[in-house]
């Protein structure tokens, strides 16, 4: 039974509970897809920092107090606990990052030991091309090249992980 597994464009044909290459192989392309979603929620916290410290970013308030509570009170400041809470945060997102990427280099060991240990070249190649450098199974077949198609690297790909 073939149960199929991945993230985004990447899909991994894993055979029953067998682990080894499939399953590491799967972590890897999850670590990357987790990466990459960290470095982008950065960024939009890098960029919502930037925005209140380069506008002098303030909020307004009114409020009611003074004489039997019948004055109304204008209130503007800098929203210190929201910028305090984005700093902090932006912090924790990259002490996470970097434990993703430490995580990542261990299994890109792990994997490239296991793809060293496969004996067909044109397999190893393959698998090397689209998991380790991301590329598409078109791009895959033209690093291959020319006698092989984006359908058949696919597929060869696809019987090798039944095989074991």
Not at 99 to 116: D, M, P, S, W
Request: aromatic fraction near 10%.
């Amino acid at each position: 039974m073939i149960e199929l597994q991945g993230v985004g464009d990447h899909t991994l044909f894993i055979v029953g509970g067998n682990m080894g290459i499939k399953e590491a192989l799967a972590q890897y392309c999850d670590t990357q897809q987790e990466i990459k979603d960290i470095k982008s929620r950065i960024e939009t916290l890098e960029r919502q920092i930037a925005v209140m410290e380069k506008q002098g970013y303030t909020q307004q308030d009114s409020v009611t107090g003074g004489e039997g509570g019948n004055r109304h009170y204008k209130i503007e400041g800098y929203p210190y606990p929201e910028y305090s809470r984005k700093t902090t945060l932006l912090i924790c997102r990259r002490q996470q990052l970097n434990g993703r990427e430490l995580k990542l280099l261990e299994l890109t060991n792990e994997v490239e030991e296991y793809i060293g240990q496969i004996e067909d070249s044109r397999i190893r190649r393959m698998i090397t091309y689209r998991f380790l450098d991301e590329m598409t199974w078109q791009q895959v077949a033209f690093a291959m090249g020319r006698k092989y198609t984006e359908n058949g690297c696919k597929k060869m790909i696809e019987r090798f992980f039944k095989e074991i």
